[in-house]
């Protein structure tokens, strides 16, 4: 009661001001952009591609040729030589000329089957030399059509070739956009707008069909999304999504390579300046 009795009577104390910061103390760090976020997932992933323990494939040239076109680090440049070694032992690959100056006989004579479907590789290649071969309307009304199967892998596919023979001056745009649509379409129509606990599987063709929309010059908000996703499931050690005892461990590699061909495709688009080095 006396210290009530003397808050009453003598008021209470004046409120004291609050401690200045001290000058030297640091301001709360800005959140990084998208684009720096994206750099640094690509810079995560190439350690992790350089010192893969398994064998590698053909598939890991063409991947790591095209994430250097916009990532620099010296990890790429590894895991890019070791790729490239493995890949130049099949000398006559068609796909070779992604980095090679080579000679091959025409790309535009294979034969849809009557069942089934033709080896993807003789879809791309005859998209990657149709400035020496042209490609045939066949080949284009099959990756518009046909080929596409429900935003899976032919899809994806698909529209990398499309977009291979637009790059290479075959298609003009008009056309281009033409062929794109029902593509870009069926890939928009599967891409998940999350992942739960994914597998390496599931990031694998999450990330073939964010390249796939890039190429085809989609430009809605699913392409940042579909990134911020992307990112969210790197793992510490570079890798992307949960691995899977029942399924090749090549999988592992394959989910890194073409997550961070998925993020290199998004910066090519929409950086306004190159990766360097860190």
């Given amino acids: 009661m006396i210290w009530l009795s003397c808050l009453l009577a003598c008021g209470a104390p004046e409120p004291t001001a609050p401690s200045p910061s001290p000058p030297d103390a640091a301001a709360p760090a800005e959140p990084l952009s998208l684009e ?6 690509m810079h995560r992933a190439a350690p992790f591609l350089a010192d893969w323990p398994g064998e590698l494939r053909f598939d890991a040239a063409i991947g790591l040729h095209e994430i250097r076109e916009v990532a620099s680090h010296p990890d790429l440049d590894r895991a890019w030589e070791r790729a490239r070694a493995v ?59 046909d080929m596409r199967d429900d935003g899976g892998y032919w899809s994806t596919h698909a529209a990398w070739s499309l977009a291979l023979a637009h790059e290479r001056g075959c298609l003009d745009d008009a056309r281009f956009d ?12 599967h891409q998940p707008a999350t992942l739960t606990d994914p597998s390496e599987a599931d990031v694998d063709l999450f990330a073939e069909r964010l390249s796939g929309l890039v190429w085809l010059g989609h430009a809605g908000p699913e392409i940042e999304e579909s990134v911020e996703v992307l990112l969210a499931h790197q793992r510490e050690d570079g ?13 592992g590699y394959h989910a890194a390579l073409v997550s961070s061909w998925a993020l290199a495709e998004y910066r090519r688009a929409h950086s306004s300046g190159s990766s360097s080095t860190p």
């Fill in 36 to 41: 720096a976020r994206v750099e640094a997932a």
């Fill in 87 to 145: 890949a130049d032992h099949d000398a006559d690959h068609l796909h070779r000329r992604f980095w090679a100056d080579i000679e091959v006989p025409p790309t535009n004579t294979w034969v849809l089957p009557s069942e089934g479907r033709p080896k993807v590789n003789d879809v791309v290649a005859e998209a990657l030399w149709c400035d020496r071969y042209p490609i045939r309307e066949q080949t284009l009304a099959y990756l518009a059509g």
């Fill in 239 to 251: 890798g992307w999504g949960e691995p899977s005892e029942d399924v090749n461990p090549y999988f």
């Fill in 178 to 189: 033409e062929l794109a649509a029902p593509i870009r379409a069926d890939l928009l129509a």
